[in-house]
């Protein structure tokens, strides 16, 4: 079994659209929950980062952290077509700075 | 800040052949990472250094690969002899640890190796 698991889609939503994006996990000892976006041909770039259980929120984004399930998801409001992207999911432990990423949700919005 | 500078951004080459791909961190960034990425196994870490000093290689492969970090501001990643399954995007990233702080990774855009 694969550290983080996350479904790759390809996930295609009209414009305006709430998305959600997951991911789980089989570490309990993951402290810090991150989600990267990567446009085409690009590197991954931060977009969010929690600290442990909760929500936290960023304009159109949010990003909610349920440990005792072991899953996470980032949600996007009124969502654009520069969203546009593959999102991936990371996570690492206190310990130690190696980060463990999900395989990646590739999204399209159309217009 | 020129970010994460890789090079070179494509190669081909064929089965057999070395490969050396590149990598400029941050200036003043304690930790540097490679990654690989493919479709079938997303981005896998291969090895990664902090204060040019490797920490954790368990990632890497086989034999075939090799990674030094001989100053803090230059890395290269080796594989010889290559193979058609290398093929994928090989990032590079670094980071700058601050005491108990997981901090962000910033990512060079990748070198894209196709090995015919």
């Known amino acids: 079994q694969k550290e983080v698991e996350q479904d790759p889609g390809p996930l295609s939503v009209p414009e305006g659209a709430i998305v959600s994006l997951n991911c789980t996990y089989s570490n309990s000892a993951f402290q810090y929950f991150m989600w990267y976006r990567q446009y085409s041909r690009k590197g991954p770039e931060l977009l969010m980062y929690t600290y442990s259980s909760g929500n936290k929120e960023d304009g159109r984004f949010t990003a909610q952290v349920d440990k005792s399930s072991k899953y996470i998801s980032l949600f996007i409001r009124d969502s654009q077509p520069s969203d546009s992207a593959t999102y991936l999911c990371?996570?690492?432990?206190?310990?130690?700075?190696?980060?463990?990423f999900g395989t990646g949700t590739s999204l399209t919005v159309i217009p | 800040d020129a970010g994460v500078i890789q090079s070179p951004r494509h190669e081909v080459t064929e089965m057999g052949q070395e490969v050396t791909l590149r990598c400029k961190p941050i200036?003043?960034?304690?930790?540097l990472f490679w990654y690989r990425q493919t479709m079938m196994r997303g981005l896998e870490l291969l090895i990664y250094f902090n204060n040019n000093v490797p920490i954790d290689d368990s990632g890497m492969p086989e034999d075939r690969f090799s990674a030094k970090m001989p100053n803090a501001s230059f890395s290269t990643l080796k594989i010889q002899p290559s193979e058609p399954r290398d093929s994928a995007v090989y990032f590079c990233?670094?980071?700058?640890?601050?005491?108990?702080?997981?901090?962000?990774?910033?990512f060079g855009p990748g070198t894209r190796l196709t090995v015919l």
């Open positions: 990233a670094s980071s700058l640890t601050l005491a108990g702080v997981r901090n962000e990774q910033f």
């Open positions: 200036s003043g960034h304690d930790y």
């Open positions: 990371a996570m690492s432990a206190d310990t130690g700075n190696q980060f463990y």
